[in-house]
């Protein structure tokens, strides 16, 4: 068996958020799988941004390809937000008690909604911020759904519904690969994107930090103390992380100019704006 590892074939990054239609995207392999896993979609592909004020550091998969989020805003719409969280592999905020809640449960929804109702935002922030807490889906299950469904395994727990969660190092890919090509890729024994202008994964991360600190800045409108301290230190870390980058990408002798160069500037665009921002 062959499995296709590499799911979007024929994208090409087209510009800054722009949206492009494709079809079959799926997770499937040389025989006929159930059509819940080789499923063909026409789907919304949302491309990164490659500046540092981007709002889409990933690729997000829209339509009748990921039934995960089918089943996700089904219950939704039945006023009944969030995962039954069968696996509580990432119950992790204790927000609301001792007892550890994944951000994605119903439960952590439910009450975190009720408290989002009952402050002083506006109408307009509340839904925003309702609307935030409820497009956290369920990572525990549905990425592993395909192999229980392609193994006629038992998904009782799990149910049916599969995600398609690509990465934003998608965009850099433009074919179809074998599951035999893309683990040659990671592990170094060819290079399927040799050529191909792309950022350092390490700057990728660091832009998904960058953004996450000003947006956080940007909420603390109530000046929370606490919150401020942790910002504070937040920023610190970042900024010795960009310093420990700036003296490593020159270092690695086998990593590419043309990324080495964009990593770089990128790094002392995000340093500018650390340094810049009031916390």
């Given at each position: 068996?062959?499995?296709?590892?590499?799911?979007?074939?024929?994208?090409?990054?087209?510009?800054?958020?722009?949206?492009?239609?494709?079809?079959?995207?799926?997770?499937?392999?040389?025989?006929?799988?159930?059509?819940?896993?080789?499923?063909?979609?026409?789907?919304?592909?949302?491309?990164?941004?490659?500046?540092?004020?981007?709002?889409?550091?990933?690729?997000?998969?829209?339509?009748?390809?990921?039934s995960k989020d089918r089943e996700k805003e089904a219950?939704?719409?039945?006023?009944?937000?969030?995962?039954?969280?069968?696996?509580?592999?990432?119950?992790?905020?204790?927000?609301?008690?001792?007892?550890?809640?994944?951000?994605?449960?119903?439960?952590?929804?439910?009450?975190?909604?009720?408290?989002?109702?009952?402050?002083?935002?506006s109408a307009e922030e509340k839904e925003e911020s309702i609307r935030s807490v409820e497009d956290k889906a369920c990572i525990c299950v549905g990425l592993g759904t395909p192999a229980l469904i392609n193994n006629h395994l038992d998904t009782k727990i799990e149910g049916?519904?599969?995600?398609?969660?690509?990465?934003?190092?998608?965009?850099?890919?433009?074919?179809?690969?074998s599951l035999k090509e893309m683990i040659d890729h990671i592990y170094g024994r060819t290079d399927l994107l040799a050529g191909v202008e792309r950022l350092h994964f390490f700057v990728r991360e660091l832009k998904m930090y960058a953004k996450?600190?000003?947006k956080a800045v940007k909420k603390n409108k109530e000046d929370d103390?606490?919150?401020?301290?942790y910002l504070m230190e937040f920023r610190k870390n970042m900024l010795e992380g960009i310093e420990y980058y700036l003296s490593l990408f020159p270092a690695i002798s086998d990593l590419p100019e043309i990324i080495k160069a964009k990593s770089l500037e990128i790094c002392n665009q995000i340093k500018q704006k650390l340094e810049a921002v009031t916390i």
């Open positions: 068996m062959i499995v296709t590892f590499v799911i979007i074939s024929g994208i090409t990054f087209t510009g800054c958020g722009s949206k492009k239609q494709v079809a079959a995207v799926s997770v499937t392999d040389q025989k006929e799988m159930p059509k819940q896993v080789g499923v063909e979609a026409e789907v919304e592909i949302t491309f990164p941004c490659s500046g540092i004020d981007s709002d889409l550091e990933f690729v997000r998969v829209n339509g009748t390809g990921n219950f939704i719409a039945a006023g009944t937000p969030g995962s039954l969280c069968p696996k509580q592999h990432l119950a992790l905020n204790n927000e609301f008690g001792e007892t550890a809640l994944c951000t994605a449960s119903r439960k952590y929804q439910k009450l975190k909604i009720e408290q989002i109702l009952s402050s002083k935002m049916t519904g599969v995600s398609i969660c690509p990465g934003p190092g998608l965009v850099s890919f433009d074919k179809t690969y996450y600190l000003f103390e606490k919150q401020k301290s």
